[in-house]
Each structure stands twice: as structure tokens, then as C-alpha cells.
């Protein structure tokens, strides 16, 4: 069965550093979402992609975060200096048809910000 | 604009227990409804989904009806089994194209044998 697959699993950094991580969506999906959740707390959209640019972002995609499609199947999530605060768990979603919202999520790449 | 709000948890029940979990939201328009489930370790995983009032949307068990009068999406299950110990998170879509899954908070169900 097809799936979302997210890298790195596990991620530590140092404050200040910048931070790439990335996922593979499903094939023939064409919306591409980015989400995190930080530690007991609920899942937070960020961005949501389609068409080779954004479509959507919340009030936490700022400045320090870009997204990008490289190569057709790659899309990732850059944190260009990382905050404490940016420890979390980011999630990657896909669909087929974006007005539909039965996403499919990665494992998620959890992010540790010393 | 848009939201989802989740009974508190967490949930413990013992194996076999009737379960609910309420979900009430507020949109405008006439959005979709979701439950999502993240088992320990996992990334979410779509559990149901109802796109339109009085649809009832169902998967192992669980069940949810798509309620518009007042605004609810409950999640129920008959008889609950230990491996259904996860974060079930309620969420809702726009449906628009594009538009992003807003989520509830979660909550926590621990079950016990």
C-alpha cells in the first residue's frame, strides 16, 4: 500500500543551526501539508502546498520556514535557525483531491532543539 | 473561525467498556468531519469520515454521525479492546481545495484488561 514516508525519524540540533527534514509523498497525490504537534499538545497546521507553490499557511509558518518540491516527488520543510521552541513532531500529509481532507500522514520526523 | 473542540482526557475504560468520545465543532459552510487516530510511535491514521449531515461514518467498530443541528461528531464504540489505547483526534475540512484539516486536541484512550 502506498504511503507517506518522512526523514529523518529523529533529528537533534543545536539552537541557531538550520534544519531540513523530508518526505516523500504518495505518488499521484498533488496537496502536500506540512504539521506539528509539540509534546502533549494538539496537531498544528502549517503550510499546505499545491501546484508548485502555497496555497495556504498559519500564523507559525513565519520567515524561518520554507517549503519546496525539488524534484517531483521530494517536499520538504526548512527551519532556517532553529528555536527551542521548535521541538516537536512534524507530520507530512498528502492527498489526491484537496478539497476532500482524508489526508495521508508520514510517522513524522521528531525534532529535538538543544 | 474554523474549530474543533474534544472532551478532555485521557479516557481509561477497561476491555470491553462502551466508549464516547464528544467532538463539537464550528464552521461555516458545510465542512467534513473526521476522526483521526495515532497509535504510541505512529504518524495519524485516517479511522472515519462523514461529508454531510446525518452520514454516519464507521471502521473497526468505531462509529460517528455527522450531527448538524448540533454540531457534534461523537465517537462511539461498542466494546473497547486494549489495542484500541491511542489519541483519537476529531478534525474538520473546509472543502476547499487546498485547505488544511483543523484538528481538536486529542484525547487520550488508555484500555485495561
Known sequence: EPEVTQTPSHQVTQMGQEVILRCVPISNHLYFYWYRQILGQKVEFLVSFYNNEISEKSEIFDDQ?????????????????????????????SCYQGDTGELFFGEGSRLTVL | ?????????????????????????????????????????????LLLKATKADDKGSNKGFEATYRKETTSFHLEKGSVQVS???????????????????????????VSS
Open chain 2, 84 to 110: 484500541d489505547s491511542a489519541v483519537y483526534f476529531c478534525a474538520l475540512s473546509a472543502n476547499q481545495a487546498g485547505t488544511a484539516l483543523i484538528f481538536g486536541k486529542g484525547t487520550t484512550l488508555s
Open chain 2, 1 to 45: 473561525g474554523d474549530s474543533v473542540t474534544q472532551m478532555e482526557g485521557p479516557v481509561t475504560l477497561s476491555e470491553e467498556a462502551f466508549l464516547t468520545i464528544n467532538c463539537t465543532y464550528t464552521a461555516t459552510g458545510y465542512p467534513s468531519l473526521f476522526w483521526y487516530v495515532q497509535y504510541p510511535g505512529e504518524g495519524l491514521q
Open chain 1, 65 to 93: 520556514f520554507s517549503v519546496e518540491r525539488p524534484d517531483g516527488s521530494n517536499f520538504t520543510l526548512k527551519i532556517r535557525s532553529t528555536k527551542l521552541e521548535d521541538s516537536a513532531m512534524y507530520f507530512c500529509a
